[in-house]
């Protein structure tokens, strides 16, 4: 019984070690106010700061209005990576919508959040701040 506790231990211990983990330069990006049509392409910039590489299982969104990119790759201790989000901008009003990102890092799943409102046509350029 000691024997298989002490296994159960070493081998948390070692998940432990072995880790990897996102760091984001930020988990929500906000498009602000933007004119019908415009480029809804952003992009979520992350650096790998476990010690093994990281690995993107999968990645879906809350609607289909976006869609979201993972790395195809793994990202390697200390490299940077990035998941590259589209909304549709041609749909109007505001927006707040959400991207699961699983993987094999120490927070298995993470939520990472977009919004803004978009504005009809040039007159929506009158109106940013």
């Not at 993972?70 to 909304?87: A, T």
Request: proline letters at 4%; a positive charge; hydrophobic letters at 35%.
């Amino acid at each position: 019984m000691k024997t298989i506790l002490s296994f159960i231990a070493v081998c948390f211990l070692t998940l432990a070690v072995n880790a990897q983990e996102f760091k984001f330069e930020t988990e929500t990006i906000n498009y602000g106010k933007i004119t019908q049509g415009s480029d809804g392409k952003r992009v979520f910039e992350f650096t790998n700061v476990g010690d093994a590489p990281l690995i993107i299982k999968d990645i879906k969104s809350t609607c289909g209005c976006t869609v979201p990119s993972k790395p195809e790759k793994p990202i390697m201790p200390g490299e940077k990576g990035q998941i590259e989000v589209s909304y549709d901008t041609m749909r109007l009003g505001g927006f707040s919508k959400a991207v699961k990102v699983d993987s094999n890092a120490k927070r298995e799943r993470l939520m990472l959040k977009i919004k803004g409102y978009i504005t009809k046509g040039k007159d929506g350029d009158s109106k940013k701040s």
